[in-house]
């Protein structure tokens, strides 16, 4: 079986001995195997270190369509001036002296028969195993006069970057008991926490900066994660300042009018000095033009090895992944980015692939020294990816101010390890 | 089904071999997010676990694992970890090699920090804080915020549950808290 398999055997099964006849300069045996990644975010950068952390033989190939990129993590902080978006930016020089192949461009087409990757740059490359992780698209077409273009005016900033710096400069410019609106989408969105952790980050700065002002979340859900935690910290920290409806009562986006920039719900219609819409999301573009989508508009895997069940040989992870219980987030995409990892090394060193570990971790900094948690713990189980349960959990509510400090400190140590991880 | 997924279900029916390793670093690889790659921090804050001695990150882990211990985070981790993954996940951290934190020394916090450890810490602690055998773990090198975080543990009010160490209370209840920053500057600039 498997576990007896040499590496010869294992290339050879996989077709590679003529798809190496096309790169006349590679030589059989040259690489222990071919690894191309799509996308360079928390997934891909860290899937692309720990391959040549474990196993250097293997030639890795990363393709992000930007040269730097900009964590989402922690994003919430630029509005609320607590950081500067300078401390979320990342290169891929550290991949690059490690001798991943970093190519800056887009993928525009995979070949899953072929075993190719093509780029808009005109380049192809072929490989033995892909990992795909391009994360999320955002979906405007489910919501009723939605569209990309209402983003002039409803900036989302959902993906951090100018439309984080945007919003910090409505912020800036929005007078004294101004109001804002942010909308929580349809799930599965991108960091379950993210909406109301941005609420508290938003309420922080006009704490100091201008106290009448008040933030409403217009949720399509009825619950928020770590709500508890979220409903205590606003009480103690910013008092009336924000306002939660569920989507039951009212908070669910029925309609969108850009012309009156205003949004329509079931409380007839919402309008704010700054609307922060962020909208329902898919998986990424590419994900659909390879065909590695399925009717919800994100991608099925297998989940003993994140492998497509549409295109073999294809592994998606991250975001762009159908995970289950397993929720959208930085620490997730690195944890299946391992899993996908030691199973090709295992594989390509002819050892036994791991049992899969599946972990999540999200720490939220909701304002100076006051932070908390949840961990989830998961394996496959039925075709699916469950929580284990006994396993994971949450902050205590009611914790006293040293937990809610310490758990903002490790907070800090978090963003900076898994950066570290991903891109230095 | 794809090879990989064989190849699982293979795994899993020879399970548990845990001296089989591919399985530990697997298990490892999950706390690099937090703990830094191979254990080593680079977060301030977080303790770098890459070389403390076996005894102590078994211990610690168990007692986290069965909830006996305080901690903010790392029992929720814990709990669907077998206690011999913990001992293999011990012996494979201690292991590596240490990598002390990079702070840049401020002369008379380290100083004050110096005499701070001869008069209270290096009866367990060691000369220099690198003492790093049974229940006592290295500090030499450690990052400072980590020490500062341990130690309040033992002089906060608001810090109820049970401390880790009673041996440790007797000694740092009574330090202020600027010997305590002084002491957490010099161990952290050691090497
Ligand atoms: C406000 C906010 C706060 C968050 N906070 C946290 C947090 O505290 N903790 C946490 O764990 N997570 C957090 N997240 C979630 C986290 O950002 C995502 O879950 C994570 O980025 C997912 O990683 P990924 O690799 O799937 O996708 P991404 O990180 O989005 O990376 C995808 C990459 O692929 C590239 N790409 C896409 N298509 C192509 C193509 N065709 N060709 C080439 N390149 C392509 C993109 O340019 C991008 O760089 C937060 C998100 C937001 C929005």
Redesign the pocket.
């Known amino acids: 079986m498997m576990m007896n398999w040499n590496r010869r055997q294992f290339i050879g099964a996989l077709g590679t001995t003529s798809l190496i006849a096309g790169f006349p300069g590679l030589v059989l045996g040259a690489a222990k195997a071919r690894v191309v990644i799509?996308?360079?975010?928390?997934?891909?950068a860290i899937a692309a270190r720990y391959l040549k952390l474990h196993e250097p033989g293997i030639e890795v190939t990363l393709?992000?369509?930007?040269k730097h990129?900009i964590s989402?993590?922690?994003?919430?902080e630029v509005l609320s001036g607590e950081r500067n978006i300078e401390s979320l930016t990342f290169g891929y020089a550290a991949h690059a002296a490690r001798g991943v192949n970093v190519v800056h461009?887009?993928?525009t087409a995979i070949d899953a028969a072929k075993k190719t990757v093509m780029t808009q740059g005109g380049k192809s490359f072929a490989y033995d195993y892909l990992v795909v992780?391009?994360?999320?698209d955002f979906d405007y077409g489910t919501i009723e006069g939605a569209s990309p273009e209402m983003e002039k005016t409803m900036l989302h900033a959902?993906?951090?970057g100018e439309q984080t710096l945007q919003l910090k400069k409505q912020l800036e410019a929005m007078k004294n008991g101004g109001l804002v609106i942010i909308t929580s989408p349809k799930r599965p969105y991108?960091?379950p926490p993210?909406p109301y952790?941005?609420a508290a980050q938003m309420a922080a700065y006009f704490k100091h900066h201008k106290p009448k002002s008040k933030v409403l979340i217009l949720d399509h859900g009825d619950t928020m994660p770590k709500q508890a935690l979220f409903e205590e910290s606003w009480k103690q920290l910013y008092p009336g300042m924000i306002e939660w409806v569920p989507g039951s009562s009212g908070g669910k986006i029925l309609r969108v009018d850009q012309k009156k920039r205003s949004l329509v719900t079931d409380m007839g219609d919402q309008k704010a000095d700054i609307i922060n819409f962020i909208p329902p999301q898919r998986a990424?573009?590419?994900a659909r033009m390879a065909g590695l989508t399925d009717q919800s508009g994100w991608c099925p895997i297998d989940p003993m090895t994140m492998e497509s069940t549409l295109h073999k040989g294809i592994y998606v992870?991250?975001?762009?992944a159908v995970t289950n219980d397993i929720p959208?987030?930085?620490?997730?995409?690195a944890s299946q980015a391992k899993v996908v990892v030691n199973a090709i090394v295992a594989v390509t060193n002819g050892k036994p692939v791991p049992k899969p570990q599946y972990t999540n971790a999200?720490?939220t900094v909701v304002g100076p020294d006051y932070g908390f948690s949840i961990v989830g713990i998961f394996q496959p189980e039925g075709g699916k990816l469950v929580s284990v349960k006994g396993a994971g959990g949450l902050s205590p509510v009611g914790a006293p101010s040293y937990v809610r400090k310490a758990e903002a400190e490790y907070a800090y140590s978090w963003l900076k390890n898994i950066t570290t991880e991903a891109f230095l | 089904m794809h090879k990989l997924a064989l190849a699982v279900v293979c795994a899993l029916a020879a399970w548990p071999s845990l001296a089989n390793d591919t399985n530990i670093v697997a298990i490892a690889d999950t706390c690099n997010s937090c703990h830094g790659i191979n254990g080593v921090s680079a977060g301030l804050t977080m303790p770098s676990i890459a070389g403390q001695n076996k005894d102590y990150l078994q211990r610690v882990l168990l007692e986290q694992k069965k909830g006996e211990r305080y901690t903010t985070i790392m029992d929720r981790f814990m709990k669907n970890i077998s206690d011999e993954e913990i001992a293999a996940l011990a012996e494979y951290f201690a292991a590596k090699e240490w990598v002390p934190a990079t702070v840049a020394v401020e002369m008379a916090q380290a100083n004050r920090g110096r005499q701070v450890l001869r008069k209270t810490c290096q009866n367990c602690h060691g000369e220099k804080g690198d003492k790093n055998t049974g229940d006592i773990p290295r500090l030499a090198g450690q990052w400072p915020g980590y020490i500062k975080l341990e130690i309040f543990k033992y002089v906060d009010p608001t810090f109820t549950a049970k401390r880790p160490s009673e041996r440790m209370a007797e000694r740092a209840c009574n330090l202020t808290e600027e010997d305590m920053a002084a002491v957490a500057h010099f161990l952290g600039t050691r090497k």
């Open positions: 799509v996308g360079g975010g928390f997934g891909g393709i992000e369509r930007n990129y989402c993590p922690f994003s919430n461009d887009a993928v992780s391009p994360g999320i959902w993906k951090a991108r960091c993210g952790e941005r990424a573009a590419i992870i991250g975001d762009a959208k987030s930085a620490h997730a995409a999200c720490y």
